[in-house]
């Protein structure tokens, strides 16, 4: 595939009903674990520092070490499922094992026992992760993908604003009990292996498809310049996207209380879920690299604005053009990987993808915490401005010499 390619326009595609069953299936088991997920972590900064007593620094740390082992974990479980021709097995796993951690953190007397868990609930996410996003590929014709891409992502993200809305009102109906939230979120983790189990199919192996004989950082060499690219440029763009965990905290340096602090991923993922599928099958149209450029130029100026926010309304507003910029920016991502990789190697793919921005996210969440306890709020924001203009440039730059 030419290196231009994933920029170029594609056919007109019809709407959300000629978007495959097992996308929709997937969609909704995505809708459910991050209800669940949500619920918790929409109050597990606030929980960790009013209950535990940790600092900002230590939330950035926690929250990168998470992501991180996520990313780490998505190499080998993308590159296994690669290797054994199926991709439900790990999916299955994934979400079981993500299910299994919740009791964990209505259980947590100290911040071991949270750390414990937000890894296991990251592995979970990280041998999921990869698999299911090359399942998404598999199953979606290429005319479609942006739109698969991005309806997934809508409804993944329905739940991410789902979960804090129930947060909320679990804790004004119980008083603040952060742990009885806790609790109540294992119900829709457990609903979503069940989805796994009975709804997602997997498409008939191709005969004759080639298969990789191991898991082995040779078949790297597989992979094209322009998927390079843009693993190259979603790594740049991480270091800005550090964990939505200093939203959180933002909100509150403004005086939001900490029973209303799940409405900042109400916001956020109001505007995520509702741009997503939009700007996924846009992108099938006209192509991703100007609604992907326009998505980096949302997220300076979301930076911008909570760097300099001084009101809750400057930052719920702020909040609001972060979720604006995952939209566009997160489904495009996943489809130019999928546009750009060979189909054999997707799992691997994606991997590799998702370990170079866990890298980042770390090194951006640990930067972040540490911006902010020295310095404070606006010094963290304004550094995720400084790294989204240089992916912006990268972005520009390959975009040039590709064409």
Avoid: C
């Avoid at 300099?308 to 309304?313: D, N, P, S, V």
């Amino acid at each position: 595939m030419a290196p231009q390619e994933p920029f170029a326009a594609a056919v007109p595609v019809g709407g959300l009903r000629t978007v495959p069953r097992g996308v929709w299936a997937l969609g909704f088991v995505s809708l459910l674990m991050d209800t669940s997920s949500e619920m918790i972590h929409s109050l597990l900064p606030v929980f960790l520092v009013s209950v535990l007593g940790v600092s900002a620094l230590s939330v950035g740390v926690i929250e990168g070490i998470a992501e991180a082992t996520a990313a780490i974990s998505k190499v080998f479980s993308g590159a296994l499922s690669d290797r054994v021709g199926r991709r439900k097995p790990m999916v299955l796993l994934g979400y079981g094992l993500a299910a299994l951690t919740k009791p964990v953190f209505a259980l947590a007397p100290t911040v071991g026992w949270v750390i414990a868990a937000r890894f296991a609930d990251r592995l979970g996410k990280g041998i999921r992760g990869a698999p299911r996003d090359a399942l998404v590929a598999d199953i979606a014709p290429p005319h479609l993908r942006g739109a698969s891409f991005g309806l997934r992502q809508s409804l993944d993200t329905v739940g991410a604003f789902a979960g804090p809305l129930l947060a909320i009102a679990l804790m004004t109906l119980f008083a603040n009990d952060f742990r009885l939230v806790f609790w109540l979120a294992t119900v829709p983790a457990a609903l979503a292996v069940l989805v796994i189990l009975i709804a997602v199919r997997e498409p008939p192996d191709t005969p004759g498809k080639a298969r990789p004989k191991g898991l082995s950082w040779k078949d790297a060499k597989h992979f094209p310049a322009a998927y390079w690219s843009v693993v190259a440029i979603a790594g740049l763009m991480t270091l800005a996207r550090f964990s939505e965990g200093f939203l959180l905290l933002r909100a509150q340096t403004v005086g939001l209380e900490a029973a209303l602090v799940p409405t900042v991923f109400i916001v956020m993922n109001v505007i995520y879920a509702g741009s997503a599928y939009p700007v996924g099958r846009l992108s099938d149209r006209l192509g991703r690299r100007g609604l992907l450029l326009a998505g980096f130029a949302v997220l300076i100026v979301a930076d911008l604005m909570l760097a300099a926010a001084g009101t809750l309304w400057q930052v719920m507003a702020g909040v609001a053009l972060w979720g604006l910029h995952m939209g566009m920016t997160q489904g495009l991502l996943a489809a130019l990987v999928a546009d750009t990789a060979p189909a054999a190697l997707r799992g691997t793919a994606y991997g590799v993808f998702n370990l170079i921005s866990g890298i980042a996210l770390l090194a951006a969440s640990v930067i972040a915490g540490a911006l902010w306890t020295i310095l404070g709020p606006a010094a963290t924001f304004l550094a995720g401005a400084l790294f989204t203009a240089v992916a912006l440039l990268a972005l520009l730059v390959w975009h040039r010499r590709t064409a």
